[in-house]
């Protein structure tokens, strides 16, 4: 049988998840012999192409490509998992979400106290995602199979569950490891 495929990527994060699952440290080399690695920061590879086994998703959605990316890897994987805070409810980034797009967009390239923009013009080019009016966590958008709370995820909780995943088991994560901040 071949290796499960495992796929990772950050939306609306700072890879701070990423860097926790970084974090399982010599694991990493059990890691390698259970599973193949589709699209991830870890690998660099920039598309998730092949059908999944596990994908792992850090980050809310705050723009139309964190969306595409979002039903992309609902579409490939078998498991879904939202890692962390900022997968689960929006996170630190959901806290624009109280204030008006326009006035965000305003206090970031016109009026915040660091900002030199001699143009005057907030940024259009049709290359840039265009920005939700809310952050919106993970699961409001595709189905979510797994939570891991925590900002981020304690290494070992993210373990825990990639191996439980992989062995076909519910994941079991005792109290010591569930994070929510
Ligand atoms: S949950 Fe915390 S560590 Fe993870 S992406 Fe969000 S801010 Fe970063």
Redesign the pocket.
């Known amino acids: 049988m071949g290796k499960a495929k495992l796929a990772t990527t950050?939306l609306c994060?700072?890879?701070?998840?990423h860097?926790?699952f970084l974090d399982i440290d010599e694991r990493i080399l059990q890691l390698v012999e259970l599973v193949e690695f589709d699209r991830s920061p870890i690998n660099d590879i920039k598309e998730i192409r092949n059908p999944v086994d596990i994908g792992l998703i850090?980050?809310g959605c705050a723009n139309e490509q964190n969306v595409r990316v979002l039903h992309e890897f609902r579409e490939h994987c078998k498991v879904l998992v939202s890692?962390?805070?900022?997968?689960i409810n929006g996170?630190?980034?959901a806290m624009r979400n109280s204030i008006p797009l326009k006035e965000c967009y305003e206090e970031a390239y016109l009026n915040g106290p660091t900002v030199d923009n001699p143009s005057g013009k907030i940024p259009d080019d049709p290359e840039i995602p265009l920005l939700l009016n809310k952050v919106q966590p993970c699961h409001e958008i595709v189905k979510v199979d797994y939570y891991l709370p925590?900002?981020?995820?304690p290494a070992d909780a993210i373990w825990e569950a990639v191996s439980a995943l992989l062995e076909n088991r519910e994941p079991s994560l005792p109290y010591t490891l569930l994070k929510y901040d």
């Open positions: 950050s994060g700072c890879f701070g998840c860097m926790s850090e980050g890692v962390g805070d900022c997968a996170g630190v980034p925590g900002c981020p995820p």
